[in-house]
Every structure is written in structure tokens, then in C-alpha cells.
């Protein structure tokens, strides 16, 4: 009240806003605070301590993207550190993760970079898929500390994701001589088989002192390994006990972000004017899986990466970071359409080379469909799917970002397979060709159904297409050690073995 009595009598003083505004924050109120802060910024004429305080307001609001604006006007006035990381962790938060690393880089000078920036450049360069330029960063923390065990296990993941599973192994156990205390090290030898490790990460996982990701490591690949080894009660246990070490940021309806931006899509495509958008004259095609993680999706990229001409970008999703920042506004996404293209695919040459047509796993891509058909004229979509309880299993078993809340729970992993396969519906419907691929009959007879596949995608059939490669580096995602036994149908069934399981934790006829 004293306040806003301060602001009616001097209204043009930025003080009494400012402390109003730190007033409304404190008290949760913030889409008021972020008014009040506005006011104050123009009021003090852009004062960098003032806009400071204004960005972060507009990120409790749920709106980074605004506060990215706002963090660069004060780059504009004070490029320190401090607010480069600031605006780093902003566009992080709109999902502009190529912007985000860039802004990251530039908060040190390379000679003087601190040890976490350099891990956390190289770990934002493995969620771009860029993992020539997370190997760089990754190199130099370990020549300049080749007991950093972090750098380590990352070494043997880029390793893994390139194809090479033994290196990645050999370089596992030999990390594990000198560390076999570390929990992160003993999660990874046991998602590797190895059994020396399963005491550590067991005391680990149930540690309640360790932080909940060492924890969810832990747990998720000692069920991993009991399920491997024929141990359902045990597998199950370790899954439920991973799943409940998630930080708590699941609401009461996780897939409604997913709806939104399906909604504002397919309105967006319906409305953008065709001929503006007109790029069935590139050179360069778009090959786009869009079928729910755990269902094909990563043996199906590298089997169409062999072929000539073709090159994986394992699940790049640039496009995620500019796309849903346009769909209220149609007539302007379909004017930056080519410079969006261009841009896109000047980045995938940049990553993996030149090709006549490039194949990107992104999850969410699933969302904009249509869109994605406009940026890259000409470009054909692939949606995987299978058996409803081994997706269910799958994803129950597997540890996610938090882009997906929703593989918390069974009875939230049946909506998301639900609301994804209604979403490939309605892009039909809509206009845009998803040809299904049906994996449990493909390992059944890849032979058949591969060729049919190809075929109907305008491509050569080959035969080798179907061949195990050990060194097939194309498919550089979290499924890079089972896409390596090739294609085989011992994966399936596995939800039926739990389907007593499943029903007891919720999952409806």
C-alpha cells in the first residue's frame, strides 16, 4: 500500500516501482512484478541493473525468449560474464539451444574458460548433435586433466554415439582402475554388462545423500541389467525407484505444452500462403523419423543412412528452437522459410558433410510436422511404431530430459503413445504424407519390408542396406548400442512379460 502511495506520488521515480516489483516476486506474483520492472527499465532508461532484474522476472513468467531480449541490451552496456551465462541460461530455457551455447562460449575467453564452462560447452554440443565441436571441448579438459573421470565418461559416450562400442568400453574399465568409487563410472560399466560394478551403483542408488542424477543413473541401469539377466521384480523395483528421483516439475496435465504447440501448428500450416513458401526446387531433401522415442526409430535412421548419398544427423532439432517462436504469426515464418532452410541445412553440412538428402530423429518434430514440410519443400516424414506395451516398458525403462515429464508414470506414457499417434492423424488429415512403419513386422522380415519401405520412398533398393556395420557411426543417439546388434526381433515381447506389471501400475484396456 506505502508503495504504490510512493509511486502515485512521484510516478516517475524507478525506485518505488523497483521495490514494488521485488515486493510482488516475493509474494509469487509474478506476471505484476514483471509489469513493474518494465515500468522501472524504462523509467531509468535501460539501466543494466534494472533490466537485470526485468529479464529474470520475464523467466518466472514463462517467457525466456522475451528475457533473452532483454539480457542482450544489457550485453549492449556490460558484455560480462555474469549476464552472458544470464542469457545463456534464458535461451536454454526457449529452446534455442544454438544460441545458448554461443552465448555460453562468449562469457569466457577460450584461454581463460573455467573447467565447468568448457564440460557444459561440450555437453551443449552434444544436445545440438555437433559432436565434432563437444569432442574439442571434451579434449582439452582431458589433456589438461586426464583424471577428470566426467570428461571420461563423456569421452566414452561420443565414442559409443560414433560407433566405436568397444573403445567406449575398453575406456570404461580403464577409468575404472584408478576410480572405482565413482558412481557415475560404476552406472556406466554396468549399463556395459559389467557386474564389478553393480555393488557401487546399488549403494549409490539408494544413497540419500548423493544428488538425485547420480541417484536415477544408478537406478536406471541396475534395471537394466536385472532385466537383461531375467530378474523382472528386481527390474521393475529399480525402474520405479529411477522414476521417483526426478526433480518434481510434472504438472497435472504434462502433455499440455505438447498440445498447445500441435494446435498453433497446424493452424499455422493451414494458414501459411503456399506460394510464398514454394522450395520444391532444393537440391537437398529432408528425411524426417517421427515416430515416439523407443519405437524403431534409431535402427531404421542408420539402416536409411547407408544408403548413397545419405547422411545422418542423429536428433539434431534445431528448427525446435525457431519454429514454436512463430506460430502465432504465420505470415512471418513464411518470410523467413528460406533463410531458415538455408540455415539449416548449412548446419547439417557443417556437422556431417554434404548429401543429397539428410535424416533427422528429433522426438518433438512429431509437433511440427507441417511446418517442417514447408522449410524444407519435398520432405518426406516416417512415423515407427510398436507393440503398445513394449513402447510402454521401453520408456518406463529408459531415463528422459525433462522435455518429457510425461515417462514418469504408465498411465502418463499411455496418453503421450495416445496423443502422438492421434497427432500423426491429424497431420494426415491436414495434408502431409507420414508414411507408418511397422517394426515388429520389419525385424520379422526386413528383407520384405525394408524393400517396400525404400522403394516407397523414391530410393534404390540394396540389400547391404541391411547388413550389421560395427563401424556404422550414423546414428548418433542413446540407442547406439542396441542398433548395433542390427536388425533382430529379440526385443520384442517384453511388455508382455511385464503386463501384470503394467496393469498394476495403472495401464487402461
Same mark, same amino acid.
Given at each position: 500500500?506505502?508503495?504504490?502511495?510512493?509511486?502515485?506520488?512521484?510516478?516517475?521515480?524507478?525506485?518505488?516501482?523497483?521495490?514494488?516489483?521485488?515486493?510482488?516476486?516475493?509474494?509469487?506474483?509474478?506476471?505484476?512484478?514483471?509489469?513493474?520492472?518494465?515500468?522501472?527499465?524504462?523509467?531509468?532508461?535501460?539501466?543494466?541493473?534494472?533490466?537485470?532484474?526485468?529479464?529474470?522476472?520475464?523467466?518466472?513468467?514463462?517467457?525466456?525468449?522475451?528475457?533473452?531480449?532483454?539480457?542482450?541490451?544489457?550485453?549492449?552496456?556490460?558484455?560480462?560474464?555474469? /549476464?552472458?551465462?544470464?542469457?545463456?541460461?534464458?535461451?536454454?530455457?526457449?529452446?534455442? #539451444?544454438?544460441?545458448?551455447?554461443?552465448?555460453?562460449?562468449?562469457?569466457? +575467453?577460450?584461454? =581463460?574458460?573455467?573447467?565447468?564452462?568448457?564440460?557444459?560447452? =561440450?555437453?551443449?554440443?552434444?544436445?545440438?548433435?555437433?559432436?565434432?565441436?563437444?569432442?574439442?571441448?571434451?579434449?582439452?579438459?582431458?589433456?589438461?586433466? +586426464?583424471?577428470?573421470?566426467?570428461?571420461?565418461?563423456?569421452?566414452?559416450?561420443?565414442?559409443?554415439?560414433?560407433?566405436? $562400442?568397444?573403445?567406449?568400453?575398453?575406456?570404461?574399465?580403464?577409468?575404472?582402475?584408478?576410480?572405482?568409487?565413482?558412481?557415475?563410472?560404476?552406472?556406466?560399466? /554396468?549399463?556395459?554388462?559389467?557386474?564389478?560394478?553393480?555393488?557401487?551403483?546399488?549403494?549409490?542408488?539408494?544413497?540419500?545423500?548423493?544428488?538425485?542424477?547420480?541417484?536415477?543413473?544408478?537406478?536406471?541401469?541396475?534395471?537394466?541389467?536385472?532385466?537383461?539377466?531375467?530378474?523382472?521384480?528386481?527390474?521393475?523395483?529399480?525402474?520405479?525407484?529411477?522414476?521417483?528421483?526426478?526433480?518434481?516439475?510434472?504438472?497435472?496435465?504434462?502433455?499440455?505444452?505438447?498440445?498447445?504447440?500441435?494446435?498453433?501448428?497446424?493452424?499455422?500450416?493451414?494458414?501459411?500462403?503456399?506460394?510464398?513458401?514454394?522450395?520444391?526446387?532444393?537440391?537437398?531433401?529432408?528425411?524426417? $523419423?517421427?515416430?515416439?522415442?523407443?519405437?524403431?526409430? !534409431?535402427?531404421?535412421?542408420?539402416?536409411?543412412?547407408?544408403?548413397?548419398?545419405?547422411?545422418?544427423?542423429?536428433?539434431?532439432?534445431?528448427?525446435?528452437?525457431?519454429?514454436?517462436?512463430?506460430?502465432?504469426?504465420?505470415?512471418?515464418?513464411?518470410?523467413?522459410?528460406?533463410?531458415?532452410?538455408?540455415?539449416?541445412?548449412?548446419?547439417?553440412?557443417?556437422?556431417?558433410?554434404?548429401?543429397?538428402?539428410? $535424416?533427422?530423429?528429433?522426438?518433438?518434430?512429431?509437433?511440427?510436422?507441417?511446418?517442417?514440410?514447408?522449410?524444407?519443400?519435398?520432405?518426406?516424414?516416417?512415423?515407427?511404431?510398436?507393440?503398445?506395451?513394449?513402447?510402454?516398458?521401453?520408456?518406463?525403462?529408459?531415463?528422459?530430459?525433462?522435455?518429457? +515429464?510425461?515417462?514418469? !508414470?504408465?498411465?502418463?506414457?499411455?496418453?503421450?503413445?495416445?496423443?502422438?499417434?492421434?497427432?500423426?492423424?491429424?497431420?494426415?488429415?491436414?495434408?502431409?504424407?507420414?508414411?507408418?512403419?511397422?517394426?515388429?513386422?520389419?525385424? /520379422?522380415? +526386413?528383407? #520384405?519390408?525394408?524393400?517396400?519401405?525404400?522403394?516407397?520412398?523414391?530410393? #534404390?533398393?540394396?540389400?547391404?542396406?541391411?547388413?550389421?556395420?560395427?563401424?556404422?557411426?550414423?546414428?548418433?543417439?542413446?540407442?547406439?548400442?542396441?542398433?548395433?546388434?542390427?536388425?533382430?526381433?529379440?526385443?520384442?515381447?517384453?511388455?508382455?512379460?511385464?503386463?501384470?506389471?503394467?496393469?498394476?501400475?495403472?495401464?487402461?484396456?
Amino acid at each position: 500500500m506505502h508503495l504504490r502511495a510512493a509511486i502515485k506520488a512521484e510516478p516517475k521515480e524507478p525506485r518505488w516501482h523497483i521495490h514494488l516489483a521485488q515486493a510482488l516476486t516475493k509474494h509469487q506474483r509474478f506476471d505484476e512484478a514483471e509489469g513493474s520492472f518494465a515500468a522501472a527499465a524504462e523509467l531509468s532508461n535501460g539501466h543494466s541493473a534494472v533490466l537485470m532484474q526485468w529479464a529474470k522476472s520475464l523467466r518466472l513468467t514463462g517467457r525466456p525468449a522475451d528475457a533473452s531480449q532483454v539480457y542482450a541490451r544489457v550485453l549492449q552496456q556490460n558484455p560480462s560474464p555474469k /549476464v552472458w551465462l544470464a542469457a545463456s541460461e534464458a535461451l536454454t530455457e526457449a529452446r534455442d #539451444t544454438i544460441n545458448a551455447a554461443f552465448a555460453y562460449e562468449k562469457a569466457f +575467453p577460450e584461454e =581463460a574458460r573455467p573447467e565447468f564452462a568448457t564440460a557444459k560447452l =561440450a555437453d551443449m554440443h552434444i544436445t545440438l548433435g555437433n559432436y565434432d565441436k563437444a569432442k574439442q571441448f571434451n579434449t582439452k579438459l582431458r589433456t589438461e586433466n +586426464p583424471d577428470n573421470v566426467e570428461a571420461g565418461l563423456r569421452e566414452a559416450n561420443l565414442a559409443r554415439w560414433d560407433g566405436d $562400442i568397444d573403445g567406449a568400453k575398453a575406456l570404461l574399465l580403464s577409468l575404472w582402475e584408478d576410480h572405482s568409487d565413482h558412481a557415475g563410472l560404476a552406472a556406466a560399466l /554396468v549399463e556395459e554388462g559389467e557386474g564389478i560394478a553393480v555393488a557401487l551403483a546399488t549403494e549409490a542408488a539408494r544413497d540419500e545423500a548423493l544428488p538425485l542424477e547420480t541417484r536415477r543413473r544408478c537406478a536406471f541401469t541396475l534395471c537394466h541389467f536385472m532385466d537383461k539377466s531375467g530378474e523382472m521384480d528386481a527390474a521393475w523395483d529399480w525402474a520405479v525407484l529411477a522414476n521417483s528421483l526426478y526433480p518434481d516439475m510434472q504438472t497435472p496435465d504434462n502433455l499440455a505444452p505438447l498440445r498447445d504447440m500441435l494446435d498453433k501448428a497446424v493452424m499455422a500450416y493451414d494458414l501459411m500462403p503456399d506460394a510464398e513458401v514454394d522450395t520444391s526446387s532444393r537440391a537437398t531433401k529432408m528425411l524426417y $523419423i517421427v515416430g515416439p522415442p523407443r519405437s524403431g526409430g !534409431s535402427l531404421l535412421q542408420t539402416i536409411l543412412s547407408r544408403h548413397a548419398g545419405a547422411r545422418s544427423v542423429g536428433e539434431r532439432g534445431a528448427l525446435m528452437s525457431f519454429l514454436p517462436q512463430l506460430l502465432d504469426n504465420p505470415e512471418k515464418l513464411a518470410a523467413q522459410i528460406e533463410q531458415l532452410a538455408m540455415a539449416d541445412i548449412a548446419g547439417m553440412t557443417r556437422s556431417v558433410g554434404m548429401a543429397d538428402f539428410f $535424416i533427422d530423429k528429433t522426438p518433438h518434430y512429431f509437433l511440427l510436422a507441417g511446418l517442417l514440410e514447408k522449410v524444407h519443400g519435398g520432405a518426406q516424414f516416417i512415423a515407427p511404431h510398436r507393440e503398445f506395451k513394449d513402447m510402454a516398458v521401453s520408456l518406463f525403462f529408459h531415463e528422459f530430459g525433462i522435455e518429457f +515429464p510425461f515417462t514418469r !508414470s504408465i498411465t502418463d506414457i499411455q496418453d503421450y503413445l495416445n496423443f502422438h499417434e492421434a497427432a500423426i492423424v491429424r497431420w494426415r488429415e491436414a495434408g502431409v504424407d507420414i508414411w507408418p512403419h511397422n517394426h515388429d513386422r520389419f525385424v /520379422v522380415d +526386413p528383407m #520384405t519390408r525394408g524393400q517396400k519401405l525404400i522403394e516407397s520412398l523414391g530410393l #534404390t533398393w540394396d540389400e547391404e542396406l541391411l547388413e550389421d556395420q560395427d563401424s556404422d557411426g550414423a546414428v548418433r543417439t542413446f540407442s547406439a548400442r542396441q542398433v548395433r546388434g542390427g536388425v533382430t526381433p529379440k526385443f520384442k515381447g517384453r511388455g508382455e512379460r511385464y503386463a501384470d506389471y503394467l496393469i498394476a501400475a495403472g495401464l487402461r484396456d
